[in-house]
């Protein structure tokens, strides 16, 4: 058609759906003038929907009760709602859905949960499906050594259609003990995925009557001692009800205590040490005794543990029907530990084992070093997928502080990001924000890296291989210098409560307005100039006795930029002899390695000179040490307190 100017016409368009097929469709109506030039055009877009039928969705539970639930429906246009509700009927296009529900039953040590998902409903008529909780299969984690969850335990389904994704996720406490998955045939339209995430130790308590298999399921209370690492065996004693407890026959045992109304303990287990008691085993109102242990803060008086109601009432039977000894083992300071992100891709089979060896893990010798008193930190090696951005679901753990531990962790194209605080903090429900972190990576199978956390010397620098170099662009400095690094490449963190930190930038010898950090950006004059920037740190808490201030400073030449370039802060990278509590044994001379480098993208530096000094009086004075080269860049003095 030909539009003459300034007038307007109509233009007829026509579509046939039936050879456009079932889905969403755009497309254009241009204009063109003689010259074949765009004039103007508009969008026009069709949505072709396919036939809907009705599906009913019946749920079937473990025990083969039909329930009442409303399974999330999902498909390559999103969620679908329920038409009838009541009778757990929606109407669908024609086409391939996911359908998926969950359940949370208790059992007699805890918590069992239950999934079952239908990756793959094709709909072309009328139909019902079911889901049904009995074919559900459980989740095996094997490890080469005893080993309990502790912490969060988590599991996620993915599933692709169409170009459309959807995950879906569920977190649990480790009150939960087991884990069910059903079975499904293989996916062949679309991507899916099943995985779920486990953090596996060395058991930290267990309570056992002697000479038979009955487990008492105990959890050490909140603020509970702990038995000694070689364990004990104790008579035990019932001592009454919690409110008039007595003591009188427990000196030099355990005394078993019911707790019905979950009344504070405290002063209960001082009346049981002043007794001579050895350890209190209080029995719950709930039917699992389960708690969480903290390492640190005011104490029991007494080991003090709590079980479930239904396993106190056959304990207290035991007692009363002759002698019954308890045998105590367990341990806070597991020499290993198992990451594990166990996945099943495109099919969850009918057996799901998980089995950790070398052949699916890196096995990583991670040393925590102690720089203070307290003797607990907090760290996680948060895992992700590859379809997803960033790790969820994962929260906070406690670690022993000089201390090394054996860690696994699955190897292939799941992403970790290990993270380490000096200290614990105060809420475990949470995922870690502070502390020392590494750059997201995955591990090869096999493998045997070594990870040291909080090593000597920590100071400010700029990471090797960091992903946020310090840099000029333009008339813009990129300060990125973070205020603790460690001893191992790629470890950093920022400033956290406790610790404080300053920064100077001056150009040409005058202060630069607006700087009091080493990390932003700030804008300069584009004439090339000297800077100097100067950096203090300092860590006032009792978790942090090791270097508690450092002060650095970098001099470089600066002009305007067309591009980032790396700006040239000499970086000094530390070899210290120091052992896990990041101190050097014995009055014994030593050395200690200085190795100076540039960012990477700038040459290497040449004509480098080191002068070092020491002080063995924590400051007060300095004396100049030998030092000699040692290598390309790199330098030794020898130290002799």
């Known amino acids: 058609v030909r539009v003459p100017a300034g007038s307007s016409a109509e233009v007829p368009l026509t579509v046939d759906p039936a050879r456009a097929g079932q889905g969403k469709f755009y497309g254009y109506v241009t204009a063109t003038t003689a010259d074949g030039s765009v004039a103007a055009h508009t969008t026009l877009s069709l949505v072709v929907h396919g036939p809907t039928h009705r599906i009913t969705v019946k749920t079937i539970d473990k025990d083969g009760e039909q329930v009442a639930d409303l399974p999330t429906i999902w498909g390559a246009e999103g969620f679908v709602g329920y038409s009838d509700p009541a009778a757990a009927v929606a109407e669908v296009e024609e086409g391939v859905y996911q359908l998926n529900t969950s359940w949370t039953t208790s059992a007699e040590d805890g918590e069992e949960l239950r999934h079952v998902v239908l990756p793959e409903v094709r709909v072309t008529k009328d139909m019902t499906v079911t889901l049904d ?11 080469p050594r005893p080993a309990e969850q502790r912490g969060i335990m988590s599991y996620q389904t993915y599933r692709e259609i169409g170009g ?19 079975p499904t045939a293989k996916v062949t339209e679309g991507t899916f ?19 038979t298999r009955f487990d008492l399921g105990a959890y050490y209370m909140p603020a509970s001692p702990l038995f000694p690492e070689h364990g004990a065996t104790l008579t035990a004693v019932d001592a009454g009800d919690a409110a008039d407890a007595d003591f009188s026959r427990a000196r030099g045992k355990v005394a078993v205590v019911d707790n019905p109304t979950g009344a504070g303990e405290r002063t209960l287990v001082e009346r049981a040490a002043a007794a001579g008691v050895r350890a209190v085993i209080l029995v719950h109102f709930n039917d699992t005794g ?8 005011d104490r029991n008086a007494l080991p003090t543990l709590r079980i479930g109601k239904n396993t106190g009432a056959e304990l207290l039977a035991r007692i009363a029907r002759g002698s019954t000894s308890v045998r105590f083992t367990g341990t806070a300071r597991s020499p290993y530990l198992y990451d594990v992100m166990q996945v099943s891709e495109q099919q969850v089979p009918r057996k799901v084992v998980h089995s950790v060896s070398a052949r699916n893990s890196a096995v990583v010798r991670t040393t925590y070093a102690d720089n203070g008193v307290t003797g607990w930190a907090s760290e996680q090696r948060f895992g992700w997928r590859p379809y997803q ?30 993270r380490v605080h000096h200290t614990t903090t105060f809420d475990v429900d949470q995922p870690l924000i502070a502390g020392m972190r590494d750059d997201p990576r995955t591990y090869r199978a096999g493998g045997q890296p070594r990870e040291t956390w909080q090593g000597a010397v920590v100071r400010p620098s700029i990471p090797a291989g960091t992903s946020t170099p310090t840099v000029r662009d333009g008339n813009v400095l990129r300060l990125r210098v973070p205020e603790f690094t460690d001893s191992q490449a790629g470890h950093w963190s920022p400033t956290t409560g406790g610790d404080t ?16 950090s080493a990390w932003q950006n700030v804008t300069v004059p584009a004439e090339r100039a000297r800077y100097r920037l100067d950096m203090e740190t300092s ?9 508690v201030a450092t002060s650095t400073s970098w001099s470089f030449e600066s002009g305007r930029t067309n591009a980032a370039t790396p700006l040239s802060l000499l970086q000094l990278d530390y070899d210290v002899p120091v052992d896990v509590r990041n101190s050097v044994r014995g009055t014994r001379s030593h050395h200690v390695d200085v190795r100076v480098r540039a960012q990477e993208g700038l040459p290497v530096p040449r004509g480098v000179s080191v002068r070092v000094e020491a002080s063995y009086d924590d400051g007060r004075t300095w004396s100049a040490a030998r030092t000699h080269a040692h290598g390309r860049n790199t330098f030794r003095t020898s130290l002799t307190p």
């Open 133 to 143: 909780a009995r074919k559900t299969v459980p989740v095996e984690i094997r490890t």
């Open 164 to 182: 459309r994704s959807l995950t879906q996720g569920t977190m649990y406490f480790d009150i939960a003990k087991r884990l069910y998955i059903s």
């Open 193 to 211: 995925e099943f995985a779920s995430r486990w953090q596996l130790v060395a058991p930290l308590v267990e309570a056992k009557v002697s000479r």
């Open 290 to 297: 389960w708690t969480r242990w903290r390492p640190t803060g």
């Open 389 to 418: 951005n960033t790790a969820w679901l994962q929260y906070t753990r406690f670690v022993p502080l000089g201390f090394e531990r054996t860690e696994y962790v699955s190897a292939g194209d799941t992403a970790w990001q290990h």
């Open 501 to 516: 930190a300053s920064a100077v930038l001056y150009r040409d010898g005058e202060r630069v307005d607006g700087v009091g």
């Open 539 to 547: 860590r006032d808490s009792e978790a942090w006795t090791r270097g």
